[in-house]
C-alpha cells in the first residue's frame, strides 16, 4: 500500500509541446503550447500547492478570417483540457512514474485510453497478463492511485499531455517510446499520430525494432511501411548478420512474412492494410 507521496519537485519545466498532425505552427502557437506543457502538476497528490491564477477556461477568444471554424473550436478545446492539468482540486486519479506524481483525471484518461478503461472501471480481466503486470493498482482517500511500471517519467509525461491536448513533443529520439506506449495502453490516436511521425524515419538501423512494436501493438501503418521499407531495401537489412540472425530466431514468423512478400512483391502493393 501507497501511504503518502513524497513532495518532488516539478519534473517537467523543460518541456515543450508541438501540435499534433505534424502541422507548422506559428511562433505564437509554439510558446503557447511549450507553456501549457511546463504547467504540469507534479508533487505530493495530497496537496494543491499551484500559484497561477486561477482562469481555467479559454480567455480572449478570437477568430482569425481564413480559420475554419471547426479548427479554432477545437483548439480552444485542446487548451480548455490542458488546464486540467494544473486542477488539483479536481482531480481524482494520480499516475505515480518513477519518483514523480502525476494528478490526472478518470473521465480524461477513461475516454482516451482502452487500458485505462479497464482500470478504472475494475475490468482488469480484460487486459493481458503483460498489460496488468505493466500496472499496479491502489487508492487513497477516495483518489485511485496508478503505478506505471514501464514507461519512464518523461515519456509518460507526453503521453498524459497527449491525452488531454492531443498534442506532444515528438522527435527522432523518443518517438518509439511514444509509439510503444500508444500500443501498451492502447491510445489509439497516439499510435497514428507516433507511426506517421516516425514512418519518415526507417532507416537500416531501426527497421527490426520497429517492426517488433508493430507487430507487439498491432500498429498495421508502421508494419506496412516497414515491410516496404524491407522489400526496396532486403539485401543490405539480411546483410545486417547478427542483428538479422538474431531477430530471426527470436521473430520468424515475421521473417516469414517478410520473405514472402519480398518474392510478391505486386501483391504487397495491391494489398490494402486495415
Not at 27 to 50: D, I, M
Not at 146 to 169: G, P
Not at 264 to 269: D, I, R, T, V, W
Amino acid at each position: 500500500m501507497l501511504s503518502s507521496s513524497p513532495n518532488l519537485d516539478n519534473g517537467n519545466d523543460n518541456s515543450n509541446s508541438t501540435q499534433g498532425k505534424r502541422q507548422v505552427l506559428s511562433t505564437a502557437e509554439l510558446e503557447g503550447a511549450a507553456k501549457l506543457s511546463e504547467r504540469f502538476v507534479y508533487g505530493n497528490h495530497t496537496k494543491s500547492n499551484w500559484q497561477d491564477p486561477q482562469e481555467y477556461a479559454t480567455s480572449g477568444y478570437s477568430r482569425k478570417d481564413d480559420s475554419h471554424p471547426d479548427m479554432i473550436f477545437l483548439e480552444h478545446l485542446s487548451n480548455d483540457l490542458a488546464q486540467l492539468l494544473h486542477r488539483r482540486d479536481i482531480s481524482d486519479c494520480c499516475l505515480k512514474v518513477q519518483d514523480i506524481y502525476m494528478s490526472v483525471h478518470r473521465c480524461i484518461l477513461g475516454a482516451r485510453s482502452n487500458v485505462f478503461a479497464n482500470v478504472i472501471s475494475n475490468n482488469m480481466n480484460r487486459l493481458n497478463g503483460d498489460q496488468r503486470k505493466q500496472l499496479e493498482i491502489n487508492e487513497q482517500n477516495g483518489q485511485l492511485i496508478i503505478t506505471i511500471n514501464k514507461t519512464d517519467k518523461d515519456t509518460m509525461r507526453q503521453v498524459v499531455l497527449f491525452m488531454y491536448t492531443a498534442k506532444c513533443d515528438i522527435n527522432k529520439h523518443n518517438a518509439l517510446e511514444l509509439l510503444n506506449a500508444a500500443g501498451r495502453y492502447d491510445i489509439k490516436s497516439l499510435k497514428v499520430y507516433s507511426g506517421s511521425f516516425i514512418a519518415e524515419y526507417i532507416e537500416l538501423s531501426n527497421v527490426l525494432t520497429l517492426l517488433k512494436s508493430a507487430y507487439d501493438y498491432d500498429n498495421a501503418f508502421v508494419r506496412q511501411k516497414c515491410i516496404e521499407f524491407f522489400i526496396d531495401n532486403a539485401k543490405e537489412v539480411m546483410a545486417m548478420k547478427e542483428p538479422w540472425e538474431m531477430f530471426a530466431a527470436d521473430r520468424p514468423n515475421i521473417i516469414a512474412e517478410l520473405l514472402y512478400w519480398n518474392v510478391n512483391k505486386a501483391e504487397f502493393h495491391e494489398k490494402k492494410f486495415q
